[in-house]
């Protein structure tokens, strides 16, 4: 079965600083990798989509990578600004790509002004 | 942009009432997805939907069942509802193929059982 891990759980740096999310999955056979944000009480929001057949891929500051191998990814933010603060979930396709998403438990983010 | 509209963002219902959450699609998207969403836990798939009128169950149905009569409309039912269906209740579509795309959710409906 397949298990996503998000490390750390929770996290609070100062603004202005890079940082990196990490997210680890036991089954490499994947489809794709979707990076989501979530906002206290609201639902989520697509970040960044990386098929399995992909290396990283960017969206402003932020930028996602994938080692399918080694069962990892990580999403980079770069300049952290106060409203980047919420939650970040990784979450990787399940079977065919039809069968939902498995969840990590998400990594809280400070960024603190 | 595809949007995913859930009905109700926080409903308040009675222990044993039936409820209903609602959840429609405007993309023509194939796929639809129940999760719950409790602190600790994390996000967990209930039921999801491949077709009209197909349901499969995800990792967590018990108490719940589901209703897809058409495309772009996924029902949750609690058939009778308890305190520890108290949940953020979390809707998802996706298009079969278009894993390209990812998944698109709604924005949640805030359950408590009383």
């Known amino acids: 079965k397949q298990e996503v891990t998000q490390i750390p759980a929770a996290l609070s740096v100062p603004e202005g600083e890079n940082l990196v999310l990490n997210c680890s999955f036991t089954?490499?056979?994947?489809?794709?990798l979707q990076w989501f944000r979530q906002d206290p009480g609201k639902g989520l929001t697509s970040l960044l989509l990386?098929?399995?057949?992909?290396r990283e891929q960017t969206s402003g500051r932020l930028n996602a990578s994938l080692d399918k191998s080694s069962g990892r990814s990580t999403l980079y933010i770069a300049a952290s600004q106060p409203g980047d603060s919420a939650t970040y979930l990784c979450a990787v396709s399940r079977g065919g790509g039809a069968d939902g998403l498995t969840f990590g438990k998400g990594t809280h983010l400070i960024i603190q002004p | 942009d595809v949007k995913v509209t859930q009905s109700s963002r926080y409903l308040v219902k009675r222990t044993g009432e039936k409820v209903f959450l609602e959840c429609v699609q405007d993309?023509?998207?194939?796929?639809m997805f129940w999760y719950r969403q409790d602190p600790g836990l994390g996000l967990r798939l209930i039921y999801f939907s491949y077709d009209v009128k197909m349901k499969e169950k995800g990792d967590i149905p018990e108490g719940y069942s589901v209703s897809r009569e058409k495309k772009e409309r996924f029902s949750l039912i609690l058939e009778s509802a308890s305190t520890n269906q108290t949940s953020m209740y979390l809707c998802a579509s996706s298009l079969t193929g278009g894993w390209g795309y990812g998944y698109t959710f709604g924005s949640g409906t805030r359950l408590t059982v009383v």
């Open positions: 993309m023509d998207h194939e796929n």
């Open positions: 990386i098929q399995s057949s992909q």
């Open positions: 089954d490499s056979a994947i489809y794709n």
